[in-house]
């Protein structure tokens, strides 16, 4: 999508678990290019919004437009092919296989029922392609030194950018990742920063939960902030810093 161009839009969503409203009609965007940080303490309600974008749970309420269309109701697999890609906040994947054969299993099973079903399926030619694309997105960010290491072996950092991707296969418009720097030594930190800028500058879109403020702060454009359910407010890293409300949520000020 050009820059600018709006590719999420999330309209007053809402979602009640029985009398607690966890999700209280809350409305962001996110523009082609932009990374958008979504903070805010334990229990505000990010997982959930996340949830309710990438269609894991139904909204009580609200709507969801990704790139012009509406995709609240549709199925996650459903989703997912239309260009929403997501990371999940534990790393997945089977420690024997490499980090290539991983990412291509990740990429195939997208969308699919089960792991053994999918792998009978797979001739090939298939198998061919979703080798080669995993190794294309692996070495999109630097990971090309992995490719043939035991996943298993691999540090918290790397095996975040296996991750990364993973998702990246099937080239996404809007990539949303769960708590990516959660874990991760200063050094793996920066080099995710850098992914990030890349893949910014690349017109990737990026919606961020993460509890890491020096990562949110470096390299986000945006910042939706949480409390209780509901935004509590929206700016640039800077305006958000200087927020005395954010600072109360933050520190019970
Ligand atoms: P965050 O990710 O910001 O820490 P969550 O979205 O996980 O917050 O949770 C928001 C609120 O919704 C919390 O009070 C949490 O206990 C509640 N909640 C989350 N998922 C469920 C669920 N499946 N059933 C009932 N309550 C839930
Ligand atoms: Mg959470």
């Known amino acids: 999508p050009p820059q600018g161009e709006l590719v999420l839009d999330v309209q007053a969503v809402r979602k009640q678990f029985g009398g607690l409203v966890a999700v209280n009609d809350v409305s962001f965007q996110v523009k082609a290019g932009e990374i958008v940080g979504l903070i805010g303490p334990n229990g505000a309600g990010k997982s959930t919004t996340f949830n309710l974008v990438t269609g894991v749970l139904p909204a009580t309420s609200g709507a969801v437009s990704f790139r012009g269309q509406r995709i609240d109701g549709l199925a996650s697999r459903d989703i997912a092919r239309r260009g929403l890609s997501r990371t999940f906040q534990h790393v997945k994947m089977i420690p024997t296989m490499t980090v290539l054969e991983n990412v291509a299993l990740g990429a195939h099973l997208r969308g699919s029922r089960g792991v053994a079903a999918a792998m009978l399926r797979l001739d090939r030619a298939e198998e061919r392609s979703l080798l080669r694309e995993a190794e294309r997105q692996l070495k999109r960010i630097g990971m090309e030194q992995y490719l043939h290491e035991q996943a298993g072996n691999l540090a918290m950092g790397p095996q975040r950018l296996m991750e990364i991707a993973r998702a990246l296969c099937a080239d996404p418009a809007l990539l ?78």
């Open 176 to 253: 949303l990742l769960d708590e990516p720097a959660a874990g991760l030594r200063h050094k793996e930190k920066q080099a995710l920063v850098e992914v990030l800028r890349q893949l910014r500058s690349e017109g990737l879109s990026i919606l961020l939960v993460e509890h890491d403020m020096d990562l949110v702060m470096q390299v986000t454009d945006r910042i939706v902030v949480m409390e209780f359910g509901t935004k509590l407010m929206e700016g640039t890293p800077s305006e958000v810093q200087a927020s005395p409300a954010v600072r109360a949520a933050y520190l019970g000020t």
